[in-house]
Structures are given as C-alpha cells and as structure tokens.
C-alpha cells in the first residue's frame, strides 16, 4: 500500500495521514477504524519499536490496534477509535517534521487529544487547537505533552516573571531551558544565566576546588543535560566562554541588574526568603525570569518557608507574573515516576513533634 494514493497513481513523496479512515459502529456500540499511511517508513517511527507506540495507546484509550505495514485497524467504542486514530494521525504528521516520538510524546498527544474531546465536544471535524510549542536548532519543534506543560508555554510567552512548582519529572526545568534557547537564538535576549541555591555546600563555595563555573556545576547538572539537549555542544562551551551562557551561584547574584538577558532560578524551593526577594529584584531591561522548584522537596531548615512559595503568594496579583502548579498526573518523565509521586503524596506522614528544640 506504500505509495499508493486513494485514485490509484503513485504517490510523488508526498504523505497523507488520512489516505484512510474509516468508522463502522455495529449494533452493540462498538465500532472499528481503519487507517492508511503512505510511507512505510515514517508509518514504522509512529508504530515504535514492537509496536511499542500501539501498545500504549492500546492501554490508555482501551481499543485494540492491529498494525499490517502502514495500515492499522483499530477496534474499541466509537469514541475511543476515533481518538485512536486522531492521535495516530497527529503523531504522523510530527514525524514527518521530523521528529522520532517516544513513550512520552505518546502520553502528550493522548493528554492533547482527550483534553481538546472535553473543550471541544460539538466541533468534531472543525479545526481544533493545539498545545503549544518551542523550537530551536538541535531538536527542531517540541510539543508540550500535556494541559499543565500547554499552559507553562503560554505564560512563558506572554510574561516576564513565570513560577512554576511541582513534582520532579513534570518537564520544569527541560522547557524553560528549552524556552530560554529559543529565545536566544531568535536574538531576542543576548545572554542566558542560570542559577541555583546551592544548600549542601551552605553557600560556602569559595572552599570547594577549581573556578567559578567548577563550584556550581556539580549543583548544575541537571539544568545543562537539558542545555545540551537543546543546543549543540560546541556552541554552548562557546557560549559559557564568551558569556552568552553564565553559571551563577544564586549568593553571587547580589547586587547586579541582569538586562537582556533570561534568568532561571532551579531548584528554588532551596532559596529563602531574602535569597528569592534578592534575585527577583535582578530582574533588568529586555530580560524575563523563570523560577523552579518543588516545594515537597525542600531542604532548608524545618518550619522555615521556602522563598518560591512565599513569592508565589506575595506576588499572585501583580502583571506579567505567571504561576503554573504541576501536579503528580503531569509527570512525563516516566510511568513508574508519576506513580511514585502519587504513592508519596497518598501517604500519611506522622505529625511533627510540638517542639523538637533542645532544652
């Protein structure tokens, strides 16, 4: 069937998601659809490897998927394979873009799919919209993959102070990276400085060995993985010894304006209160700041508010100050980690004693 349009003539390279489809509903309700792709090839990326992809959806959307090359027949409710074969259909059209979808695109264009079913219920067949994206030069377009990541972007685009607190794995961090490179190779900022608490060390890092940026990287690591997924290698060791790229400790902070540039603070459940009033007040001309953190995960003193939280709530009602929550639901890291975050916040935890100080 590969290259074979609906008339009967070979296809010239070009692609149709929708060569096929096809709903029949029998008379108990359930129905099957059937879908054609005209590239075997890219029908394979949207499969995964042992129909990996398939299986997801298999599971998420309750349906059964049989794949034959580039035709998939899909059984279930009438609804179900009608989202089936929507998302299938989506996942199509990215990988001719080019991009090669894992488990958690999957997980993102179901999120897509069932949430634009409950806000747009009446408009079936009409245009709907789509979560939003961000696209550099390494890893081309990057969809969010859920409501929460939908509505990070958003803020991201139209404020310049953006808070965003949750569980680990819900993609904070990686798309405000992400975010910040875009904005940096659009020319719209001229440097990106990045920044953390850096708690263990009590933020005496002048005892730790070698320079600057040798200090804080052990604090770093996690902010240039995602740096290195979205840039390449070479331009952002460039960057870092140019200046277009800083590593900043979040005490060494103090005292600066911080113009044309975009400032992430991660791990900013780590600042306190003065730490997070200081860096916020950084803030200069041409510039936007974006702050991280899980508050469940803090390692300041017990009783002691943590600085995220605290600006969350002093400056809710401010303009161009954004605030998403993720919650466990949104982790995209991996299934078995959004379990564990749900079984963490299910769990009782004992009351704190009256008062653990020494006598």
């Given amino acids: 069937m590969n290259g074979i349009r609906g008339n009967g003539q070979p296809d010239k390279g070009r ?6 489809a096809l709903e029949s509903p029998n008379a108990e309700g359930a129905a099957e659809t059937s879908v054609t792709f005209s590239d075997n090839r890219l029908a394979s990326l949207v499969l995964g490897q042992f129909d990996q992809n398939i299986a997801k959806i298999e599971r998420r959307l309750g349906v059964i998927a049989s794949a034959n090359g580039n035709h998939i027949t899909i059984k279930g409710t009438l609804a179900a394979t009608q989202n089936a074969r929507r998302i299938l259909e989506k996942l199509y059209e990215r990988v001719r873009q080019g991009h090669n979808p894992g488990l958690a695109d999957i997980d993102g264009a179901i999120e897509e799919e069932l949430l634009q079913g409950s806000l747009f219920p009446e408009e079936a067949g009409a245009a709907k919209g789509k979560f939003g994206s961000i696209a550099t030069r390494k890893r081309g377009t990057v969809w969010a993959r859920n409501a929460a990541q939908d509505s990070y972007l958003k803020l991201l685009k139209q404020n310049d102070l953006v808070f965003a607190e949750g569980p680990a794995g819900t993609g904070k961090t990686w798309l405000a990276v992400g975010y910040a490179v875009s904005l940096l190779e659009q020319g719209r900022i001229e440097r990106l400085i990045l920044s953390r608490p850096a708690v263990e060390a009590g933020e005496r890092l002048g005892f730790l060995p070698g320079d600057m940026r040798e200090k804080v990287d052990p604090y770093l690591r996690p902010v240039y993985d995602a740096l290195y997924d979205f840039m390449d290698g070479r331009t952002v060791e460039r960057g870092l010894e140019t200046g277009m790229i800083e590593v900043a400790p979040l005490a060494f902070m103090r005292g600066r304006t911080l113009s044309h540039a975009c400032v992430l603070l991660d791990e900013a459940q780590n600042a306190t209160s003065m730490q997070m009033k200081m860096f916020l007040t950084r803030l200069g001309e041409g510039s936007c700041m974006i702050a991280t ?4 995960q803090t ?61």
């Fill in 15 to 20: 692609v149709d998601p929708k060569a096929k």
């Fill in 299 to 359: 390692d300041l003193p017990a009783g002691q508010e943590p600085g995220l939280s605290e600006a969350i709530r002093i400056l809710a009602n401010l303009e161009r100050v954004g605030h998403v929550q993720f919650k466990a639901a949104d982790v995209v890291r991996h299934d078995l980690v959004r379990r564990i975050v749900d079984a963490y916040e299910k769990f009782p935890r004992p009351e704190a004693p009256p008062d653990n100080r020494r006598r």
């Fill in 293 to 296: 953190g899980d508050p469940s």
